[in-house]
């Protein structure tokens, strides 16, 4: 493909006859660098993108500093506890202002290379030597040098998006059905969910869109993860590992009901039955949360297992322990991801312990599941590059598929734009392009 | 200070790194006590590791050998697309101390210690340090608890217990 943004035939890229049975689409979305530039420009500089969890900014001065796309940005919680977001960039010579992923600010924040500072809210109180400054008309024009806000930024149950774009559209149009799937994680508790103090960090050497399309993937687990279960498996055999440590492995060899979700806007959901729901770290809550959900949405957080892809950079997990993931593209072949354990505020210790000890085995480049996904992806990434054979086909499920909600849905109450019987099945991709493509072809 | 205690902890180390190098799982298993504590903690910021297993995430927090022994499997299964094929490692340690030997004769002990890695998924070095309690069982010294920071917090490779 060419290197400017005129060359690319877009729409070309995605061979979509669903109809006739055939999806796919050419490697080159994975590879071409004039594409990525257009996808960090319409998507992820021109919507909606996920931030922070608003347990890591629990007091005002707190901050949490992240990327918007290209962009540095902080949310900040301010003095009456609302949130503000702001480029985290000195407006006169473009300095990073705030240094730590996460800090407070005491007071205002003093940019570190000639010390101007800065109001929680934005405007520019200081100027170091500005009588001195020489500026036309004796003063500096403070208000030109405010910081820029985001053009929106608005939470939803803890959850903070923001958009560097003012035509992002109401937040909760955005989040559409995916509302009810966090709905799932953040009702686990009547004090909600918190991300848990430490991370992970790492650079996968492969397109972000395979970090995307790994979250409602189940086809590969019973491969990839086929030595979890064998590991887990073996593990059993020895004394301490019953109770909530015990590891679920039923999802792995597919022996459980299962299915995905084509969610709309780019979103996904897979889910997979619970073989063994009384391992799950939620189960000491099963009595509070039935008379609280009566119905299936109880079951659905008991009894179900869930991998949830809010578009374009939020992954929710809740599966033998609760996942919260992130990634920021840094190349068309290079994606940085960040994980935190999430977990219902106010759980035992003893589920506490099982759920950091599973995220630990499972969700990390130093466990034992997470590092094949990786080192998977990448091998896809490598084999993108080989465009003798250009075509991916997505045609697992197009004989299966069911427009609009299933069964399962229909018990949650979400309508998703199509529903299909099994998680090896790669219809959300089908949704995920399309989106893709509006994003890419819409006229500004 | 006790010199032969120290030239056995020096030793003892030394011998972790070489049977992990040479990938020799068995005989490095045996280093560890049967109820030995593994502990790698994660970064909480840029400055400050997790301090709490039961309420922070770490990198790797293990009770027991047996979740050694978890990690010589699945890497002996040749099942592993991370471990398949295995990096090449090269461990140095040195910087070791012995700090003290309390009542119940159990030593503490640390190193610092830089492991170079090759594999076709790429090259790094990965650096940090340790912290031991050592008991001696059957007159040698052996590991009940190990605390292993890994400094580097943006990986670029998987890192499995080989590569600490």
Known sequence: ?444 | MDAELDREVAQLFSREAHFLDRKQWKQWLELFCEDAEYWAPAWASEEELTADPGNELSLIYLRGRGGLEDRVYRIEARDSLASVPLDRTAHVVGSVLVHRVDDNGIVEASSSWITHVFSVRGTATLGGYSDYALRRVDGALRIAQKRVVLIDDRLEIPVDVYHL
């Open chain 1, 1 to 444: 493909m060419g290197t400017n943004e005129s060359s690319l035939n877009i729409a070309a890229l995605i061979d979509d006859r669903a109809g006739e049975g055939i999806f796919r689409v050419r490697k080159d979305i994975y590879t071409d660098p004039a594409l990525y530039a257009l996808e960090i420009k319409r998507i992820f500089e021109g919507g909606w993108v996920f931030l922070c969890h608003e347990s890591q900014i629990r007091s005002p001065g707190d901050y949490f500093s992240t990327h918007v796309g290209r962009q540095p940005v902080f949310v900040l919680r301010q003095e009456d506890g609302s949130l503000r977001a702001f480029l985290n960039v000195c407006p006169h010579r473009g300095s990073i202002l705030l240094p730590f992923r996460q800090g407070r600010v005491k007071g205002s924040i003093n940019c570190r290379f000639h010390g101007w500072a800065f109001g929680p809210d934005g405007r520019c109180e200081g100027i170091t030597f500005e009588r001195a400054g020489g500026y036309p008309g004796g003063r500096a024009d403070k208000r030109h040098f405010d910081l820029t806000p985001l053009a929106h930024l608005e939470t939803y149950r803890g959850f903070v998006f923001g958009s560097l774009s003012p035509a992002a559209g109401p937040l909760e149009e955005h989040l559409g059905s995916t509302r009810a799937f966090i709905d799932l994680f953040v009702d686990q508790s009547p004090d909600g969910i918190e991300v848990l103090r430490g991370s992970s960090t790492y650079v996968c050497h492969h397109n972000w869109k395979m970090q995307v399309e790994n979250v409602p993937d189940g086809y590969h687990v019973p491969t990839v993860h086929r030595i979890f279960g064998t590991t887990m498996a073996q593990r059993q055999l020895r004394p301490g590992y019953d109770g909530l440590l015990q590891t679920e492995t039923g999802r792995i060899s597919g022996s459980v009901k299962n299915g995905c979700y084509d969610l709309g806007r780019g979103h996904m959901l897979l889910w997979a039955d619970r073989a063994s729901p009384e391992a799950a770290p939620l189960y000491p809550s099963t009595a509070q949360i039935e008379k609280a959900f009566p119905g299936e949405k109880a079951h659905w957080m008991l009894r179900r297992g869930r991998n949830l892809m809010v578009f374009p950079n939020l992954v929710l997990n809740d599966l033998a322990s609760t996942h919260l993931r992130t990634h920021r593209p840094l190349g068309p072949d290079r994606t940085e991801v960040t994980v935190w354990c999430i977990a219902p505020v106010g759980e035992s210790r003893e589920a506490r312990y099982a759920r950091l000890r599973k995220f630990e085995d499972f969700f990390l480049l130093t466990g034992m599941a997470t590092s094949d996904d990786l080192v998977s992806l990448n091998i896809v990434h490598e084999g993108a590059l080989a465009d003798a054979r250009p075509w991916i086909d997505f045609q697992r499920g197009i004989a299966t598929l069911v427009p609009g909600a299933d069964e399962a849905a229909r018990e949650l109450g979400v309508n998703p734009a199509s529903s299909n019987s099994s998680w090896t099945h790669e219809t959300p991709y089908h949704g995920l392009y399309r989106h893709w493509l509006r994003r890419l072809t819409a006229t500004e």
